[in-house]
Every structure is written in C-alpha cells, then in structure tokens.
C-alpha cells in the first residue's frame, strides 16, 4: 500500500449541474488516489457527491453536467476525461466495473442473468457464445451462486436480494476488471447479507487484487472493509487516511463529529450525537471551508480561506486549517 | 401441463362472459323499440300478417320460453337463422369473416409498422425532426376521422391517380386503401404508447449499469430498453385487433366492403335478433382468443409474467 504508482489519480475535480438556469455545485475539488489490491472507502452523507464522483472516473455523468466538468481523472497516467465516449466504452466494464445499491433495478429483468453476463463478456474479451456461458458459469460459481446452471437461466427476479447482488457482482467481475467501483452495495440488504457481501468482496479482491472504491454513508461497513478512507463533505474531500488512523486519530472535525454518531455498544442508550447545522447549499461557493458554517471549532480564518487539502502527517491528509486540534474535539 | 390449466382457466372465464354477455343482449335488444315482424312485414301490413310473421319467427311467445330456447340452442352451438334471409348466422357470420381479418391484420401491421420504429426513433433522438414527425403523425392520425381519411385516399389514390380500385375486394389491391385507413389511426395510438414506453425504459437504472458495463449504445436501445418497451405495445396492439376483428364498420362503409361490420349494422337496422346475437357472442370469442394470444405472447416477452 502506498509504495506503488496509484491505479487512478482524481485531482481538484469539480463538477456543476446547470439548474433551470442556476448551478449547483456537486463536486467542489475532489482529490483521491485509488490503488489496485486496496479497499478505499469513501464515506459522505446523502448528497455530499460520492456517486457523481463514481459516475466521473466511469464517464457517465449525466448530460447537464458534462460541459461543467473540471480536474483531471488519470487512469494509469493517462488522462480520462478528454477521452472519447468511445474510448471510455472500451475502459468500462472490462477494465474498470461498478456496482450499485439496488441490484434489483440494475439489472435487466427482460433478460436472463446468464445473457447479462455473456453480453458483457463477448463484448470486451472477444469470446464466442459457448466461450462465454462457460465463463458465465465459473463466474456465477465463483460469486457463490453455484455451477449447476440453474441461476445461470434465471430472470433477475427469480432470485432473492442477495441472490441479485452477487449476480451484479458476477457481471461487475467478468472480464477481470483492474478496478472495481461499488456504490453503496449492500444498504439495501440485511445485516446478515451485508457480511456476506462484504466478505465476497473482501475475498475477490484478494484474488483479483482489484483495486476496490467502496462508496457507503455508513462508517461501521467502511470499518470493516476499507484499507483507506476518504471522508467527503459537501462535494469535497475532507480527510483521507488509513482505517486505522481514521477511526484512532481524526484530523477533520467532521470526520470528528461523524465518529462520534456511530452507534456504538458501549454509548448504547446515549443519544447519537447529530451535527448541528444544515448543509451547504448546492448553490454556494464560499471562499472559506465549506464545512465552517457548522464546524464547532470554526474561527475567522475559516470563513475567508478555503484550506488546502494536505498531508499533515505521513500518510494523512486532510483540507482543515487547524488539523492538528481537531482530534481534541 | 401449466399452460392446459391456464388454457382452461380462461375458456371457463370465456364461457361465463360469453353467458353474462349473450343474456344482457338477449335481452337489450327486445325491450328496444322495434319490431322485426314490421320490419319484414312493412308498415302497412295486415296485423293478421304480422302474427303469421312472428309465430314463423317465434317472438309470440314469452320471453323467458324464448330465452330458454336461446340458452338451449347456444348450448349446441347453434345459433339459428337470420329472420331476414332465412341463412344460418353462422354462415353468414363466416362468410364476412375472411374480409374482416384479412383486413384487421393488414391495418395491424401498417399500424405497427409505422408506429414501433417511429415511436422508437423519437424516443432515442427526442425533439430531433423525428421526433416532431412523429408527434404531428400521431396528432392528425388521432384528429382525422377515419370516413374522412378513407374519402380522401379513395379521391386521390383510386379516382385523380387510379391506382387502387375504387370499389371491391376482387383483386387484394382493393384491400390496400381501406387497411391504410384503418391502419394510419392505430399507428397513431401505438406510436404515442410506443414513444412514452421506450422514454420511460431508457431512463431506468439497469440502463445505467449496461452503460457501466461498457455496452455499444445501439445494443442498449435496440436490446435492453427496446424489449422493455415493448411489453405494454403487445398489450395495446392485441386490444386494438379485437376492436378491429369485430368488423370496422365506418371504414367498410366508405369502401363499400362486405365485412363483418355492416353486416352487424344491417342485423341491428332489421332487428334481426339471431344475427345480432351470434355476432356479440362471436365478437366476444374473438376478443378472448385475441386477448389470450396477446398474453401468450406478453408473457414470451416478459419473463415476469408466468402463466397462472
Ligand atoms: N442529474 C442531476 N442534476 C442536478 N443535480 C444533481 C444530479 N445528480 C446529482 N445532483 C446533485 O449532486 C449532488 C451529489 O449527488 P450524489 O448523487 O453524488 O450524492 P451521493 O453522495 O451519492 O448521495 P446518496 O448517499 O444519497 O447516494 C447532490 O447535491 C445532488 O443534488
Ligand atoms: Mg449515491
């Protein structure tokens, strides 16, 4: 971790939607490094950018907001985001694959799970019909859905939720992505299968040594299965860091505050501490911390300048003026 | 063994609309002003004749014997003779049937033909010029009346270009003007249905993850959201062939065809009971096995729906 050039590089990206005349701001600078064999998580509440950042590096933001896209997103040094359509085509699927939260509205219900598998590999690995269904088949094996055939011939609604979630994965894998982006995949499964999946991921990132971006509004899955975080607030990347570092040493305040509403056995019965405050408003661009207006610790300086995003010690960086008091929260 | 259940799931449903249908019209048309005997007779025909005409007919009696006899005779598929030419209404149903289908295929077709890659195009590129083409087809083809749109093919294509006959079915050319007719207003129906179908299919999720996938653009409209879309279109398509099947009455009028409609017009004119009863209770069979097939291949298309 660490040591190697990283897969993906996202640097000061920036994405606005025009509004019925207005623009709002998804993406105000978002900086992230994506390894290949690690986990990064990246955590955020609802609306704070995490599946537009996701739809960037996969080129599938929706229409309003491509010509109000800036930054620069490199997949192995070479730069996405002045590729053609064409080209980006090329690179999803086969070399970089996503998954989504509800598998049930993702996947076709026309056709059956075998054809969404095979459809996607003879597009990119070029085998013929046979080749592929017998890939299909060690896939769908591989995902855990067995290799009798029989899921192989279902429709997407034959099969239970989670059943539909490793299907999803099956076709996320099929053609040995480098890079896999997963958003949000398990919020709308049950504990039980949560940990199921996330165990599914965790070993075929292993295997694959995949490079994983795991997108959740939920700290205790990213707990469990990143290597790295990064926490994003209102469209920009506040705090990055290992897990371990994250959850031991906290150098953003809302990163701070976000810890201390986990629910956590110990505090059982506290009230979870909410931030105070709305959040920033899809229209504004203030100069200062976007994350001023509700921090407890904001001083004058906040509000005038925008802090860097930077390491503040090895290995951890964080877009916070007073990083090195935050944790004393 | 699935499919024998269904099958005989919908011929008892089939049986029971057909007795709640044939009762009500049994009924319906002999509490309506209007007799037969006068109608065969004439109006200044002797009340003497016009006894002998009913007791020939049966319509002296009581109505429940009537109905009794009605149930009886529908029972054996016998659904007796036209008062007016003395020919079994089956037959006469029969012979007209032919057209009627042959026609309701045709203008089907057109209607689908037309509808489907239009409604399609203007979904993919919405407010290109296909787009509009398509709205301005789909808004005539519902304003213009079907007598009005019939008139004017027969004056420009049969009478200023003669290319069409202007009468007749002798030749398969005659059968071309009227399906247009009767075609061009479905294609208005099922290109509006056609459009809004594929919109909202193209904007759905698993439209995003193909996207995600890497798939070919064409392979995700033609493939993934064109077969999507086009569950509803079977539905609505089957719908508008039973109408069709019934007889299209106007269209048959302004081309002079012998079809099923005008011959249900005229039984309703002559008050002839037998011909209009075998003709509701034929039309409600034909709809049936329309609708049936309609749902056979629905759920073909649509592994969702199994047959139960
Ligand atoms: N098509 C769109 N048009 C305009 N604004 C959009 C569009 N899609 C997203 N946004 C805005 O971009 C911002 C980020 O949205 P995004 O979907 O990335 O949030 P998210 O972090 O994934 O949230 P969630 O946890 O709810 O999925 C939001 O403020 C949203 O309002
Ligand atoms: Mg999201």
């Known amino acids: 971790m660490g040591a190697a050039e990283p897969l993906i590089v996202i640097e000061n990206l920036r994405v606005e939607f025009a509004q019925d005349g207005q623009r709002a701001i998804a993406l105000r600078g978002v900086d992230i490094s994506l390894y290949k064999n690690e986990v990064h998580g990246l955590v955020g509440e609802s609306g704070s950018g995490k599946t537009i950042t996701a739809m960037s590096i996969v080129g599938l933001l929706p229409r309003q907001a491509l010509k109000l896209l800036s930054g620069s997103i490199r997949y192995e040094g070479r730069e996405l985001l002045s590729r053609s359509e064409e080209e980006l085509r090329s690179y999803r699927g086969s070399k970089i694959a996503m998954i989504f939260q509800e598998p049930a509205k993702y996947l076709n219900p026309a056709f059956t799970v075998g054809e969404q598998i095979r459809e996607t590999i003879r597009e990119h690995m070029g085998l013929d019909r046979s080749q592929a269904n017998a890939r299909a088949r060690e896939l769908l094996a591989l995902v855990g859905l067995g290799n009798d055939g029989r899921v192989l011939a279902a429709y997407p609604h034959e099969l239970s939720s ?13 053609c040995n992505p480098d890079f896999l982006i997963a958003d949000e995949p398990t919020t709308s499964l049950d504990v039980t299968l949560q940990a199921q999946i996330l165990k599914l991921l965790r070993t075929l990132k292993d295997m694959k040594k995949m490079g994983v971006l795991f997108i959740s509004h939920d700290l205790s899955v990213i707990k469990e299965i990143a290597d790295r975080v990064s926490v994003i607030y209102a469209g920009k990347i506040v705090e990055s860091t290992s897990v371990t570092r994250l959850f031991g040493h906290p150098m953003h305040p809302y990163t ?35 994350f001023a207006p509700r921090c407890p610790m904001a001083r004058d300086l906040c509000f005038k300048e925008s802090p860097t995003f930077i390491a503040h010690e090895q290995d951890h960086m964080s877009a916070c003026h007073f990083a090195e008091e935050a944790w004393k929260l | 063994m699935n499919l024998v259940k269904y099958a005989a799931k919908r011929v008892l449903r089939l049986i029971i609309t057909l007795f709640i249908v044939s009762t009500i019209i049994f009924f319906v048309i002999r509490v309506i002003p209007g007799d037969p005997a006068l109608i065969i007779g004439g109006v200044d025909a002797k009340p003497a004749d016009l006894e002998a005409i009913r007791a020939r007919l049966g319509t002296d009696r009581p109505l429940s014997t009537q109905y009794a006899e009605f149930l009886w005779s529908i029972l054996h ?3 007796g003779r036209s008062m007016i ?10 012979q007209r049937f032919p057209l009627t289908l042959a026609l309701a295929v045709l203008g089907l077709l057109i209607g689908i033909l037309i509808a489907v890659p239009l409604g399609v195009l203007s979904a993919v590129k919405r407010w290109s010029g296909w787009d509009y083409l398509g709205l301005v087809l789909s808004q005539l083809g519902m304003a213009i009346p079907s007598f009005w749109l019939g008139i004017l093919l027969l004056l420009v294509l049969a009478i200023r270009f003669p290319i069409f006959p202007l009468f007749g079915v002798d030749s398969g050319a005659g059968l071309v003007l009227p399906a247009l007719s009767l075609g061009l207003a479905r294609a208005a129906i099922l290109l509006r249905h056609t459009r809004a179908s594929m919109i909202e299919e193209l904007s759905k999720e698993y439209i995003v993850a193909a996207r995600a996938k890497g798939l070919p653009e064409t392979l995700i409209r033609y493939k993934h959201a064109l077969k999507n879309a086009l569950l509803p279109i079977i539905t609505i398509a089957g719908i508008e062939f039973g109408y069709m099947l019934g007889g299209a009455i106007i269209v048959e009028q302004v ?54």
């Open chain 2, 77 to 79: 598929l016998d659904f």
């Open chain 2, 255 to 308: 081309f002079s065809l012998p079809g099923l409609g005008r011959l249900f017009l005229y039984a309703i004119y002559q008050r002839d009971f037998p011909l209009i009863q075998g003709g509701v209770v034929f039309i409600a069979v034909i709809f049936s096995v329309v609708n049936f097939v309609a749902d056979m291949l629905y759920s073909i298309v649509n592994p969702k729906i199994r047959l139960e």
């Open chain 1, 256 to 290: 701070r505050l976000l810890l201390m509403s986990i629910p956590d056995a110990r505090r059982k019965g506290r009230r979870l501490a909410a931030i105070a405050g709305q959040v920033l408003d899809a229209r504004a661009d203030p100069q200062g911390c976007v």
């Open chain 1, 162 to 174: 989670g059943m539909k979630q490793r299907a999803m994965i099956a076709i996320a894998i099929s």
């Open chain 2, 85 to 94: 030419s003395d020919e079994p209404v089956t037959s006469l149903i029969l």
